[in-house]
């Protein structure tokens, strides 16, 4: 949704009122501005899926830890000679 209003600033250049006509604000200046809704069960999903995307890197990183480790036992077991 757009929307036009006139916008008063404060010294830090944060908006202090919005005014729908120039009338009320003398020396404001027009600005358009656009309302966006925020879905935060989307936002939420997002979160949980870049956290399961880290785990399961972790995962595979860890996995590949043990495959290697259990080729040295493996290896280490093919050494050994059997009476």
Same mark, same amino acid.
């Given at each position: $949704?757009? +929307?036009? /209003? +006139?916008v *008063? +600033?404060?010294?830090?250049? %944060?908006?202090k009122?919005l /005014?729908k =006509?120039? %009338? ?5 200046? *027009? /600005? !358009?501005? #656009?309302? $966006? @809704? !925020?879905? &935060?069960?989307? %936002?939420?999903?997002e979160? %949980? =899926?870049?956290?399961?995307n880290?785990?399961?890197d972790? @995962?595979? =990183?860890?996995a590949k830890?043990?495959?290697t480790e259990?080729?040295k036992?493996? #290896?280490?077991? &093919? &050494?050994? #000679?059997? @009476?």
């Amino acid at each position: $949704m757009l +929307f036009k /209003y +006139f916008v *008063e +600033f404060d010294d830090d250049g %944060e908006i202090k009122k919005l /005014y729908k =006509s120039k %009338e009320e604000c003398k020396g404001c200046k *027009e /600005y !358009i501005v #656009k309302l $966006m @809704l !925020i879905d &935060r069960k989307w %936002e939420k999903a997002e979160q %949980e =899926s870049d956290k399961f995307n880290k785990d399961v890197d972790k @995962l595979l =990183s860890n996995a590949k830890k043990f495959d290697t480790e259990l080729n040295k036992v493996l #290896k280490g077991l &093919r &050494r050994i #000679k059997w @009476l």
